[in-house]
Structure formats: C-alpha cells, structure tokens
C-alpha cells in the first residue's frame, strides 16, 4: 500500500473512534460500524489470500463473486490455497465475533473495543505469518522465537493491567477518582501507567518479531523464497 492508503486508513480509523465516543450509544451507528467491519475484513482477506494480486476498488464484490462461482460452485474444486484458506477463515470468524458482539452489547467504551480489535488482528497476523513460515518448511532462528515468546508473555501482562481500570473518562472526575489506587511502582506509578509501559514493549517485539522472522532467507535467492 502506498503511503496515501496508510495514511487515510489512519484517518477513517480516528475518525470512526470519534464517532463511536460520541454515538457509542446508537444502535445505528453499531449497525453501520459492524457493516464496515466486516466488510473490511473480507476485503483484506481475499487481498492476503491472493498475495496482492486483488485489486480492491468498487468492482471488488463483482469479482469476488465470480471466483466463487467459478472455483466453487461451477467446478466443485477445493480452495487453490488451502492453508491460507483456514488460517483466513478463524481470523474472519474472530473478527465476526467482534462485530456481533458490539452490535448486540454495544460496549460504553468505544476506544477499548476498537483496541482489542487492533490487537488481536495484530496477534492473528504475527500467528497467521509464523504458521505459514512453518508449512513453507522454513525455520525460525531463536533472536525471532524470543521475540515472539516475548511479545506473548508482555501482551498477556499489558492487558492485566489494562483491565484493573483505575480510571473512567466516562465518568464525573470525582467519581473517577474512587476507582484510583495506589501507586505500586517505584511509588509513583499506577496500574494504568504500567499498562503503558508494558503495551509500548509488546509493540516493540511484535514488530522487532515481524522484522526478523525472514531472517533465515538472507542467502536464498529471492525467486526461491515462497510467497504467502
């Protein structure tokens, strides 16, 4: 994607986390909202399912539509890719779940579901990437396994911390108040600042995992390297 497509991304994101502070309690909102999700999700999947090769424009449903027919429905014939066929579908399910579950229980804390949505699609993609390294027959050096251990064992630790809830925005100062505790880290640090602390370190060995999980195909020729 160019830097363009990035960077409108970023921006229908923040725009819609707005949107959900300020109508989270709308039902329509979560109706649309779901809608986008969802289609967003297949949208992705069918471009990583084709390495790319997919354009994603306004024809996208037409020629979804048509590999369906064709492949499926018309010859009968197993997915072209079947591994990437399944880890596709558990990641589409699990964002589905999302969406019916916002929908149906529409969480007062928008900004908190929007970022489990962001963490688990970036757990999915390191597990989706490494699994599909596994079946490839590559291997994993140990610096990148240590940083996927890592990134599992800080994650797990960010998000204890992240649900202690110290705090509430959505509620009078006062009343957010009640809810402090007290520091526990070096006396000055509460439960929520630790959660910063630890989710900025599992960030940084998601991505340093992301980065190095290649590393073991520095001396193969780039025509031999599998594409997935």
């Keep these: 994607a160019s830097a363009y497509s990035a960077y409108a991304s970023f921006a229908v994101v923040i725009c819609l ?81 999302f969406a019916i579950f916002g929908l149906v229980y529409r969480p007062r804390d928008f900004a ?16 989706f990437y490494v699994i599909m390294k596994l079946r490839s027959s590559e291997k994993l ?5 240590f940083c996927i251990v890592a990134t599992a064992v800080v994650w797990a630790a960010a998000l204890y911390f992240f649900f202690q809830n110290p705090s509430s925005w959505e509620e009078t100062p006062a009343e957010s108040r009640e809810k402090n505790r007290p520091c526990i880290l070096l006396g000055f640090f509460d439960d929520h600042d630790i959660w910063h602390f630890l989710s900025a370190a599992a960030l940084f060995f998601s991505f340093l995992g992301l980065l190095t999980l290649d590393d073991d195909l520095d001396s193969v020729p780039r025509n031999k390297i599998p594409v997935f």
């Design 141 to 145: 050096l140990p610096f990148p396994l």
């Design 17 to 97: 986390a707005v949107l959900g502070v300020v109508f989270g309690k709308n039902v329509w909102f979560w109706v649309l909202f779901s809608i986008i999700h969802v289609v967003a999700s297949l949208g992705l999947s069918t471009q990583i399912y084709y390495m790319g090769r997919f354009k994603i424009d306004l024809g996208i449903f037409r020629r979804i539509a048509i590999v369906l027919y064709t492949d499926y429905i018309q010859q009968c014939s197993r997915p072209m890719y079947m591994d990437r066929m399944i880890l596709l579908v558990v990641g589409n399910l699990v964002n589905w779940s």
């Design 112 to 127: 908190s579901y929007m970022l489990g949505i962001f963490i688990c699609n970036l757990l999915l993609y390191l597990a």
